[in-house]
């Protein structure tokens, strides 16, 4: 399963020059044209072009990041921004290893989805409670997979 990077982490550098006094590039920084120059009375965009990061590996391996990143979700939402690409990282999780789940614990099919659908929906109504409810509610799920629960 592949998961768009440029959904899951966007990082643009715009550079108006027009203010008064100018505006320098933060050090480090590269004009878009490639040159050292600001371009004159535009703005300057960099931006990472979309990529593709593979989600591989077993539901005992794999498990972990996706409650890792569910407990991150609740502030994320609650900060208004990465809970986009968290989300997109949950469902790629999930997608990869649901397969596995069905086959050795199909049991907990239904309530992992559950979780996941109900962090869909925490960040499409901008729900944090929500997000960190289906967190305690995975961790649970998560521990019945592992036996420690």
């Known amino acids: 399963m592949l998961i768009p990077l440029g959904l899951a982490a966007a990082c643009a550098t715009t550079v108006d020059d027009t203010a008064p006094g100018g505006q320098t590039l933060p050090p480090g920084a590269v004009p878009a044209d490639g040159g050292s120059a600001l371009i004159d009375g535009g703005v300057i965009v960099d931006s990472i072009p979309p990529t593709t990061i593979p989600v591989a590996g077993s539901a005992t391996d794999l498990l972990p990041e996706l ?7 609740g502030s994320l939402i ?11 990282r949950i469902e790629a999780i999930w997608a990869t290893i649901r397969p596995e789940i069905e086959a050795t614990h199909p049991e907990l099919v239904n309530g992992i989805g559950a979780m996941v659908d109900m962090a869909r929906v925490a960040v499409e109504r ?8 289906a967190f305690g509610v995975l961790t649970d799920l998560v521990d019945r997979f592992t036996g420690d629960g």
């Open 78 to 88: 609650a900060d208004g921004e990465g809970d986009d690409a968290a989300l997109a």
């Open 126 to 133: 901008t729900r944090p409670a929500d997000a960190d409810k």
């Open 67 to 73: 409650a890792i990143e569910m407990s991150r979700l």
